[in-house]
């Protein structure tokens, strides 16, 4: 934030004695006195006169950036307007002088997907406008949402009914519930990232002016290099700052970068603090999340964390028919049946052989039937994969260690046998979509806990001994 006193330097020196400088320098006294010495540092010390008009009433500051004017407006509007009326007089307009940000910084901010940019039509509205008496219009952003990805078009079935229900109280009422932080959990292609643009988009649709944004952790990230690179982590915080319903897409991708952490942490905390909304969105649930903050990951249980499960037989068939009456396709039932039997990874997967579908049939100008729909399917559908269960899993692991299947399910707590079985714990975890108490319940009945503990151990090893990485690889290997 020194850019303001390099920039003005000079003409701060030469302003020194004028009315404007001196009426300013009352003002934040009196600021001074009512707000913590940070916000006071950070907010205000950078501010710099420019002109009073008398007649208007009118006094204009100079600011770095259209986000430092809005920040200013959104959190310390009733300050700035009881000071001017202690120290000019009830009535007193204010307006804000913005610096011009460089016309390089825009273009790259704009190529990496910096949301709210500081664009030269929005920065002209920005310049000179007057807060006071009424609140301006807010802007609005672009909340990065798919226009597809609607509660209307989201199935609801029995793998998401506790998240959709959550989803819908939080449009109901962003930041004013229990479920803050909204934390959706589950496999890849399973509905996680539509769901949570659903709530975006119904909140919208009931409080329009709510800033709502969806951001994922690649692009967050990013824009935090950008802004770091750019000596504007204050405006980028600021911005984020500024949203009502913040949406955090694949958080697992933090994992490790912890300047992006801290600074997401920050957001995190102003947010939460101020009522508004967030939704995270993850792989994994917060207990089982690697390379993020302790103290972040506590505050993320704080609210409610949603599985997102695989969707079994029936709600399978209700997508299906879901995803043919919104695109205006006719597909018999007994294809769409068919489908649902034998394609039960993912939600992106039935969606994959709904187009592939498709696709044959109008390049080779098939009908669409039974026997297209089983080529497809044997096409698409990787079998060894599918194959991968919690059994099959132990069947390899007491194949690679030499042992009798029904050690892993005994109490032994030889060195050997205990590694193999958590080491069959470990890659039930990474290659079914088990929970962890059905994980525990087909190896020797352990609790959730247990195989928990087995999961994060054999993760650390695997990175430090390479023995045990050897193994388990060998024995990945003999899964595919
Ligand atoms: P994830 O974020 O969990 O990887 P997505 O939200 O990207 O998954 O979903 C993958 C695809 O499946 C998207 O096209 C989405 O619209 C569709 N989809 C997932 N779940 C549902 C559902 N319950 N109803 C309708 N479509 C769904
Ligand atoms: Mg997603």
């Known amino acids: 934030m020194c850019l303001i006193a390099d920039v003005n330097y000079d003409r701060v020196i030469t302003m020194e004695e004028k009315e404007h400088v001196r009426l300013w320098n009352e003002c934040l006294k009196i600021i001074n006195d009512n707000i913590p010495s940070k916000a006071y540092e950070c907010w205000f010390e950078p501010i710099v006169p420019e002109s009073w008009d008398k007649d208007k009433k009118m006094l204009t500051i100079v600011v770095p950036s259209n986000f430092y004017a809005e920040y200013l407006d959104e959190h310390y509007q009733d300050l700035l307007k009881s000071t001017f009326a202690r120290v000019m007089g009830a009535g007193t307009n204010l ?33 000179n406008y007057n807060p006071f008496p009424a609140i301006p219009t807010r802007r609005k952003i672009d909340p990065q949402l798919n226009p597809h990805y609607t509660f209307d078009t989201f199935v609801e079935g029995e793998c998401n009914k506790l998240a959709r229900s959550a989803g819908m109280k939080i449009a109901e009422n962003p930041g004013k519930n229990t479920f803050n932080p909204l934390f959706i959990y589950g496999g890849s292609g399973l509905g996680k990232t539509h769901l949570a643009q659903a709530i975006g988009w119904a909140t919208l649709e009931q409080y329009p002016d709510k800033k709502v944004l969806y951001i994922d952790s690649n692009r967050f990230q990013a824009q935090y290099t950008n802004a770091h690179l750019h000596n504007r982590v204050n405006d980028f915080i600021a911005f ?8 955090v897409d694949d958080i697992q991708f933090f994992a490790g970068k912890t300047g992006t952490q801290s600074v997401f942490f920050q957001i995190f905390n102003h947010l939460q603090m101020n009522g508004k909304q967030i939704i995270l ?9 690697q390379g993020l903050d302790d103290r972040m990951l506590t505050r993320f249980r704080w609210g409610l964390n949603a599985e997102i499960a695989l969707p079994n037989p029936e709600t399978r068939k209700a997508i299906l028919k879901s995803k043919v009456h919104t695109d205006g396709l006719t597909i018999p039932d007994n294809v769409l049946d068919y489908i649902a039997d034998h394609v039960s990874d993912s939600v992106r997967e039935l969606e994959g052989v709904i187009n592939s579908l498709l696709a044959q049939s109008t390049l080779t100008d098939v009908e669409i039937n039974l026997d297209l729909v089983r080529k497809v399917v044997n096409c698409l559908v990787s079998a060894p994969e599918r194959t991968i269960s919690v059994s099959s899993i132990q069947d390899a692991v007491c194949g690679y260690y030499g042992l009798e299947p029904h050690m892993l399910q005994s109490n032994s707590r030889k060195r050997e046998v205990v590694q193999a079985r958590q080491i069959a714990m470990y890659l039930s975890r990474k290659y079914t979509k088990v929970s962890l108490s059905s994980i525990g319940e087909q190896i020797g009945n352990r609790d959730h806990a247990t195989v928990l503990y087995a999961v994060k151990s054999i993760q650390n090893l695997v990175e430090v001994d390479k023995e045990v990485q050897y193994s388990v690889e060998a024995i990945e290997a003999s899964l595919k």
């Not at 307006?95 to 920065?123: D, L, M």
């Not at 969105?281 to 999340?289: G, N, R, V, Y």
Request: aromatic letters at 6%; a negative charge.
């Open 240 to 247: 984020y700052q500024m949203v009502d319903l913040l949406i």
């Open 95 to 127: 307006s804000y002088t913005i610096i011009q940000e460089k016309a390089t910084n825009t273009t790259v901010q704009c190529r990496s997907g910096y949301v709210n940019p500081v664009k030269e039509k929005e920065q002209s509205d920005m310049e």
């Open 281 to 289: 969105i993850a792989d994994q649930s917060p207990k089982l999340l």
